[in-house]
């Protein structure tokens, strides 16, 4: 379950300065678009890795989400997109808090509109490829950290954190 109260990630890494020095709590260096309406959004984290390739992230985000967030590695390719406005719509439908994409979104006026935080590199009007390769529920590293399935994420406007636990408030 996500934390009832929004933490703001800022405050975070003030109050936990012994978990940075630990590395339990990681921030991501700041390349990513803030998308959809959900600003603030944490969650434990579900991993996959998938390259120009979106079979996979939709099978994902049909499952009930109970606030969890999706990272997917998406090899950080700038030539089609991996996510688009259907799947964001079933995602928040099924629960979902959010969704990061090392890569790129489409849709976007469709995603903005949707109850869920969407973080990506940029948008790109060419679909993905659909032949189903990937990898599930496996360490990914993205934006100079090492993610792994069951941690958490916590996002706002200031950034986003990985945790090896949840977070108190």
Known sequence: MAAALPLATAEACDANPHLITSGDLRALQPIFQIYGRRQVFSGPIVTLK?????????????????????????????RCAILGGNPVQQAQNNGWAGIIINGCIRDVDEINGCDIGVRALASHPMKAYKKGMGEKHVPVNIAGTRICDGEWLYADTDGILISQSELSI
């Open 50 to 78: 998938v390259f120009e390739d979106n079979v996979l992230v939709r099978e994902f985000l049909e499952e009930r989400g109970n606030g969890r967030v999706l990272v997917v590695d998406g090899g950080g390719s700038m």
